[in-house]
């Protein structure tokens, strides 16, 4: 069983920044992309960034191109989201993935909604907010 343990969220103000980190335990060498997803109340959850563990090729939504990057450290099994430029409508718990059978590539699908139980694993959510 892979624990995922996300740190770093916060407030800040608009124009600000924040970086996230989640650390993997466990098996964690078995996962093919880790990510971020986020969901902010009464919206549907979002796909925000993925990095793969083997090529290192990632995926970023629209809403965050430009302005977010990710970065892995394998040998440490940690992702960390760099956030830059924060807005209002970032304000979200943001939840590290971790996925055992999909690239990110998938992400690209409006389909993909995160790692499905048993072939993967969340982490328990950090709250992130961005005050106007």
């Known amino acids: 069983q892979v624990q995922l343990v996300e740190s770093g969220g916060g407030l800040v103000q608009a124009g600000g920044s924040l970086r996230l980190s989640c650390a993997a335990s466990g098996r964690a060498s078995s996962f093919y992309s880790m990510g971020w997803f986020r969901q902010a109340p009464g919206k549907e959850r979002e796909g925000v960034s993925c990095?793969?563990?083997?090529?290192?090729?990632?995926y970023y939504a629209d809403s965050v191109k430009g302005r977010f990057t990710i970065s892995r450290d394998n040998a440490k099994n940690t992702v960390r989201l760099q956030m830059s430029s924060l807005k209002p409508e970032d304000t979200a718990i943001y939840y590290c993935t971790a996925d055992l059978v999909v690239e990110c590539d998938a992400w690209e699908d409006d389909d993909y909604v995160g790692p499905v139980r048993g072939f993967g694993s969340w982490g328990q959510g950090t709250q992130v907010t961005v005050s106007s």
């Open positions: 990095i793969s563990t083997t090529d290192g090729s990632t």
